[in-house]
């Protein structure tokens, strides 16, 4: 579903270069569940971003699902974001001024989902991710890994066939990582894509296959046994 | 350093109510090197912003260096934070408008530390923790590892008798939380009190004593070997 090839993204700041992704050539076919680790600063979100069509390579060339992205019109990009792919963003992104619920019902908004039909599954979704009890609550009335995991219960509330999970669990306590994972593999289960990126080899050996970047390339790329 | 007696505090949200902390009694003392573990919710955060008065109790008392805070001035109270507490928060808090250079610098400001001299000593301690060649770079030119560094890299800047470290490592790759944990440990050797949350059993390992929380409460309350 994802072909890269000679995917770069480079930072100019005054005279100083940054390659954030370096001629990076990556597949990852339906249905994979693939993690990414890496330094500090290798690349795992740039990369993030950039599969998620949510920013654009400063050159290289990126298919999504058969067709070149840089091909798609502005509203076939946000099409594609909006139906097919749930997000996890490293820095949460909630809307501060939404309640738990309002943020994950979001995506189905969107998509124009009835207002009742699309609230009974966001708190259902809450509910899996144990923040049942909150559904009314905003951001800064939460833990940092309870917004964590409002943000992991919006990438799914749509049933996404191509999830990008950017360090989903680094706030979460074991037991409650525990819960995510077993929430992304149903969604794997079901014939769904999933990138992940994580710091946790533990998370990591979930996941069918690993690629390690570095400095903006892939250093390794092996399978889980 | 720090002594609490039926610490709570209680948040209502309707006709609900929350403790995020307690009946909490706590005493840490001077040179000592602290982990706080818990499940996501159970109060940690909260009972580092108490320790740190950037947050006030609902009930119960706290005594920093002996001194009763609820009897202390605004000014007294920020003069304690500037000069002594070392912050590293969950969020970062780091102010996006500023360079990584003008935001760790920022405790020496507030002390009067002259421009040249807090520079000096701000772009070491960025040094230290693998940031030497980004100084001027904003948050938003930086990876979420990199923004977290930054943050502990203001904690440490004015060696601070006492640290409070509110997941330090969360967003870090094995290599770079060593190199923090490193810095701490240094921190401490010097005699000065650390505080650290974190849901790493190989960085709690690294403190001396571990408490346990659960719903607001302590748990357990041990030495590690
Ligand atoms: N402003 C607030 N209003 C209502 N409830 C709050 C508020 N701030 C925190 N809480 C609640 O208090 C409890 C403790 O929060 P706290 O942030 O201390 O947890 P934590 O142990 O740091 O969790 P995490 O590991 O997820 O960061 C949580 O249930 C949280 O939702
Ligand atoms: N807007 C930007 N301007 C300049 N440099 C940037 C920008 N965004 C990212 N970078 C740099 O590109 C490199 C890769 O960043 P990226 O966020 O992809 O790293 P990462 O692997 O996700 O790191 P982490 O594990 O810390 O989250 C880093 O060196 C980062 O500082
Ligand atoms: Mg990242
Ligand atoms: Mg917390």
Not at 65 to 81: C, F, H, K, W, Y
């Amino acid at each position: 579903v994802i072909r890269t090839q000679g995917l770069t993204k480079r930072y100019q700041t005054g005279a100083e270069v940054i390659f954030a992704v370096k001629d990076l050539d990556l597949r990852v076919e339906r249905g994979e569940f693939m993690a990414i680790m890496g330094a500090s600063g290798s690349g795992k979100s740039t990369l993030m971003n950039l599969i998620g069509c949510l920013d654009t390579p400063t050159t290289g060339t990126y298919w999504l699902n058969g067709v070149e992205t840089s091909q798609m019109s502005d509203d076939e990009l946000a099409a594609i974001r909006n139906r097919e792919i749930g997000f996890v963003f490293q820095t949460y992104n909630l809307l501060p001024r939404l309640t738990a619920l309002q943020n994950v019902e979001l995506p189905l908004v969107y998509r124009g989902v009835p207002a009742r039909e699309r609230r009974a599954v966001a708190a259902e979704v809450l509910g899996h991710v144990g923040l049942g009890t909150r559904i009314q609550h905003r951001p800064n009335e939460m833990s940092g890994g309870q917004r964590q995991r409002v943000a992991v219960a919006r990438s799914l509330v749509g049933t996404p066939s191509l999830l990008l999970a950017d360090e989903p669990t680094g706030n979460l306590d074991s037991r409650t990582t525990e819960d995510i994972l077993d929430l992304f593999e149903q969604l794997h289960s079901q014939g769904n894509t999933i990138v992940l990126v994580t710091h946790e080899p533990d998370v990591a050996r979930r996941a069918q296959r690993v690629i390690v970047l570095r400095d903006g390339e892939i250093f390794s790329d092996e399978l889980n046994d």
